[in-house]
């Protein structure tokens, strides 16, 4: 049975996972996309009646060997059922320090019986490569715009299209931007618009209190500039200052990705605006 709140693709990975379960699974998808409750799914639907142990962010905001070997250690758990099955579910597994990693390879390259480990995660590229060449990988990819017109079909059509945009499509975030008007991406795009409306002087003032959050400020620009680009009324002069607005914003979240100072980034970002005739 199809879930209209999960691309169709990723349904038909879950399918065809569920009919011939490997050992190992890694679910990717950005914050937002729903990877968690994929997962969910994914474990209903393969390993129905099984035991599952679920490996989340410790305070440290990282997942060490010690939990990832006391984890691993409930797969070999002998049960009384030769049917019963053991499902160790790792949320955030990006955070996976590299000795946990490598601690989870030996169990994948020796599984248990009867057992299977479920990785979600925002970044598959920072799994070790052995690791992610011993699982199934599952992306979480966006919903399609026509699924979330039949999901959302209480929205304005207006409405709906700048909320599918500012989610990227992302199943959970536009599901929780449609319910709650105060949601926290709304108000990053409030302060995105703010720093917009502001001249030179004005943003370049705001740069210290803002480089914390430089990373969704530069993504909310893009939101808005990518928003307003759909505009069909807009002027030829004014798609072309949102092009050069979305593309500083591009630009801008690429540096950041290379770890240049965040300060640094958004000085650039201020004077690139300043060049797009923002004021």
């Known amino acids: 049975m199809s879930n209209p709140l999960i691309n169709e693709k990723t349904q038909e990975l879950i399918a065809l996972y569920a009919k011939n379960p490997a050992h190992a699974v890694i679910i990717s998808g950005p914050v937002g996309s729903g990877a968690n409750f994929v997962a969910a799914q994914l474990i209903d639907l393969a390993f129905p009646k099984a035991f599952v142990k679920t490996l989340e962010l410790s305070?440290?905001?990282?997942?060490?060997?010690?939990?990832?070997?006391?984890?691993?250690?409930?797969?070999?758990?002998?049960?009384?059922?030769?049917?019963?099955?053991?499902?160790?579910?790792?949320?955030?597994?990006?955070?996976?320090?590299?000795?946990?990693?490598?601690?989870?390879?030996?169990?994948?390259?020796?599984?248990?019986?009867?057992?299977?480990?479920l990785l979600v995660t925002t970044s598959v590229q920072a799994l070790l490569p052995t690791i992610r060449s011993r699982s199934i990988i599952i992306d979480v990819l966006p919903l399609s715009y026509e699924q979330a017109e039949k999901q959302f079909d209480n929205v304005s059509p207006v409405e709906l299209k700048k909320l599918f945009i500012l989610s990227g499509g992302n199943s959970e975030l536009l599901a929780a931007m449609v319910v709650d008007p105060d949601h926290p991406l709304k108000l990053q795009i409030e302060v995105a618009k703010k720093f917009l409306r502001q001249d030179t002087f004005e943003r370049v003032k705001a740069i210290e209190e803002l480089k914390e959050s430089a990373d969704t400020l530069v993504i909310s620009i893009a939101k808005i500039a990518k928003t307003a680009l759909i505009n069909k009324n807009i002027t030829n002069t004014e798609r072309q200052r949102w092009i050069m607005i979305y593309e500083a914003a591009i630009v801008s979240e690429s540096y950041l990705q290379a770890y240049v100072s965040k300060k640094s980034v958004l000085l650039n970002l201020a004077l690139s605006l300043y060049n797009a005739k923002t004021t």
Do not use: M, Y
């Open 59 to 117: 305070e440290n905001k990282s997942i060490g060997i010690e939990q990832a070997r006391e984890a691993t250690g409930f797969l070999k758990i002998r049960s009384n059922s030769s049917d019963s099955k053991r499902v160790l579910l790792i949320n955030d597994a990006e955070l996976l320090t590299e000795d946990a990693q490598n601690s989870l390879l030996k169990t994948l390259e020796e599984p248990a019986a009867n057992s299977a480990i």
